[in-house]
């Protein structure tokens, strides 16, 4: 039986032109994706983004605006579900307090579940790096907003 699988993610870009990336693995599947998950049963999406970035980040953010809605199909890599992604523009209200790394999967940590945040220069972003289909489709966006206004 297929259902469908609200996720909401925020896109947090610096005074440098960077977004925050997170690395993560999984049971031995490794992704690249922005920070954000699953909304829960009776969430909205906004507080389900700021509870996702407590849970990730240890961070409180502000939600500034809407950035993208998936506006075509994407079956779920993890199971049968249809995945609707939903990303804001967002502002932390206090610096990250993360252990930034520089190179991709740089986890500290051993078990099943890992992650390790980097900054990455959105112009630098690679759409080969991110790893789900509505994330490749965000990072375009993010280039044609961000990349071009002489940053």
Same mark, same amino acid.
């Given at each position: 039986?297929?259902?469908?699988?609200?996720?909401?993610?925020?896109?947090?870009?610096?005074?440098?032109?960077?977004?925050?990336?997170?690395?993560?693995?999984?049971?031995?599947?490794?992704?690249?994706?922005?920070?954000?998950?699953?909304?829960?049963?009776?969430?909205?999406?906004?507080?389900?983004?700021?509870?996702?970035?407590?849970?990730?980040?240890?961070?409180?953010?502000?939600?500034?605006?809407?950035?993208?809605?998936?506006?075509?199909?994407?079956?779920?890599?993890?199971?049968?579900?249809?995945?609707?992604?939903?990303?804001?523009?967002?502002?932390?209200?206090?610096?990250?307090?993360?252990?930034?790394?520089?190179?991709?999967?740089?986890?500290?940590?051993?078990? $099943?579940?890992?992650?390790?945040?980097?900054?990455?220069?959105? $112009?630098?972003?690679?759409?080969?790096?991110?790893?789900?289909?509505?994330?490749?489709?965000?990072? $375009?966006?993010?280039?044609?907003?961000?990349?071009?206004?002489?940053?």
């Amino acid at each position: 039986m297929s259902y469908f699988n609200v996720r909401v993610y925020g896109l947090l870009i610096n005074q440098d032109n960077e977004v925050l990336v997170s690395d993560e693995q999984e049971y031995g599947f490794r992704f690249s994706k922005f920070p954000g998950g699953g909304l829960e049963l009776g969430e909205g999406l906004i507080d389900g983004l700021k509870r996702e970035f407590v849970e990730e980040c240890n961070a409180e953010i502000d939600v500034t605006a809407h950035f993208y809605t998936t506006d075509f199909f994407e079956k779920s890599s993890f199971n049968d579900s249809q995945v609707i992604s939903v990303y804001y523009l967002v502002k932390e209200k206090a610096p990250l307090q993360l252990a930034f790394k520089t190179k991709i999967y740089d986890f500290d940590e051993k078990g $099943e579940i890992l992650q390790s945040f980097r900054w990455v220069k959105i $112009e630098n972003l690679l759409i080969d790096e991110i790893t789900f289909k509505t994330d490749k489709t965000v990072v $375009e966006l993010l280039k044609k907003q961000f990349s071009s206004n002489g940053a």
